[in-house]
C-alpha cells in the first residue's frame, strides 16, 4: 500500500511537472509566434496529460463519482456564489469605467449569430478549464499534498497564477477556484460549475474596460499590451480622456469630425497630423467608430505615452 501510494506521488510529482513546464512554455512563447499551429503540439501534450491521469485514476466514472445531494441545491449555492461574485465585478466596473468606455466592438457590433457563437466559445473555454481545475489540477496536487484544504488552498492558487500577467484575472480566479472546488467536492456537479465560469468572465468582458480585464487574454498575449494598459489606467490619461470626448470639446472645435481628429492631434500627441493620418480616422469613423473609441486609441500609442508620461 505504501509503495503504490509512492508510486501515485511519482506519478503525480511528474504530470504536475510536466503539464506546467508545457503549459508555461505554450503560454508565454509559443502562443506568440506568428501561427497558431506552433501551438498545437503543447496542446496534444497538455491533452495526453490529462487524459492520462484521469484515466489513471479509473476514468471518468471515477474521477466522476455519483452524485451527492440534490440537483437543485447544487445550482442554488452555484447561483448564489455567482450572483455575489457578479454583483462586484458590477461594481467594480461601475467604479473604473470612465464615461469614454464602451462595451468592446466585438459585443457592439455582433449579430445574433455573432453573439451565439461568442456565448458558445466562452461554454467552450469555461469547459475545458472547470475539467482541468476539477479533473487534473486538483486531484493531482491533492495527492501531492495530501491534507484536502491545503490543496484546494494550492489548486487555486496555481489556476489564478495560470492567468498571470492580469492581476485582475489572477485575484478573481484564486477566489473562484477555491469556491469551485469546494463547491465540485460538495456535489460533484460540473455543469453548475460550467455555467458560472462561462456567466463570470461573459461578464468581466462586457462590464470591464480591457485596461482592467486584458481582454480575457493570458501570457504574452496580454503581456504585449500591458504598456497599453497601464497608461490607460493612469489618472492623468483618465482626465485627458475625459476631457477630449466631452461634448463640451467637440462643439468647441466647431462639432465636426475633421477638426476633431485634428484636435486629438494637438492636445494627445502634441503635433499636427498628417492629411493621410486625417484621412484615415476620418475613414474609421465613417465606418461607425465613436469618438470615445478613438481617442482611446490614440491614448493607447506609444506616441503618447512617450508625449505625456514620460
Known amino acids: 500500500m505504501e509503495q503504490r501510494s509512492l508510486t501515485g506521488l511519482r506519478r503525480s510529482l511528474v504530470e504536475a511537472s510536466v503539464f506546467l513546464g508545457v503549459f508555461i512554455v505554450d503560454l508565454w512563447i509559443l502562443r506568440g509566434l506568428s501561427s497558431p499551429l506552433f501551438e498545437l503540439p503543447a496542446i496534444f501534450v497538455i491533452a495526453a496529460i490529462v487524459a492520462t491521469s484521469i484515466k489513471r485514476r479509473g476514468g471518468f466514472e471515477q474521477v466522476f463519482p455519483h ?41 457592439a457590433q455582433a449579430s445574433a449569430v455573432g453573439l451565439s457563437v461568442w456565448v458558445g466559445q466562452h ?66 456537479r460540473i455543469l453548475p460549475l460550467i455555467v458560472s465560469h462561462a456567466t463570470l468572465a461573459a461578464l468581466a468582458f462586457v462590464v470591464l474596460p480591457p485596461q482592467w480585464n486584458c481582454g480575457l487574454n493570458v501570457g504574452v498575449t496580454a503581456q504585449e499590451k500591458q504598456p497599453k494598459y497601464r497608461v490607460l489606467r493612469l ?39 498628417a492629411d493621410a493620418e486625417v484621412q484615415h480616422w476620418i475613414a474609421q469613423m465613417n465606418q461607425g467608430l465613436s469618438r470615445n473609441r478613438v481617442a482611446v486609441a490614440f491614448a493607447g500609442t506609444q506616441e503618447f505615452r512617450k508625449k505625456f508620461l514620460k
Request: a positive charge; proline letters at 5%.
Open 67 to 107: 452524485a451527492s445531494g440534490s440537483l437543485r441545491k447544487a445550482w442554488l449555492e452555484t447561483l448564489a456564489a455567482t450572483t455575489v461574485f457578479a454583483i462586484g465585478i458590477l461594481a467594480w466596473g461601475m467604479s473604473v469605467r470612465g464615461s469614454y468606455d464602451e462595451i468592446p466592438l466585438k459585443i
Open 235 to 273: 489618472p492623468e490619461t483618465r482626465e485627458i480622456l475625459e476631457t477630449v470626448t466631452s461634448d463640451d470639446y467637440f462643439k468647441s472645435l466647431g462639432g465636426t469630425n475633421r477638426d476633431f481628429i485634428k484636435s486629438l492631434y494637438r492636445d494627445m500627441l502634441g503635433r499636427p497630423p
Open 123 to 188: 461554454l467552450i473555454w469555461a469547459s475545458l478549464q472547470q475539467v482541468l481545475l476539477q479533473l487534473f489540477l486538483r486531484p493531482v496536487i491533492g495527492e501531492i499534498l495530501k491534507k484536502p484544504a491545503i490543496a484546494t488552498a494550492a489548486t487555486a492558487m496555481l489556476f489564478g497564477l495560470l492567468h498571470l500577467p492580469c492581476a485582475t484575472l489572477v485575484v478573481s480566479t484564486i477566489f473562484l477556484g477555491a469556491i469551485w472546488i469546494i463547491l465540485f467536492a460538495r456535489h460533484h
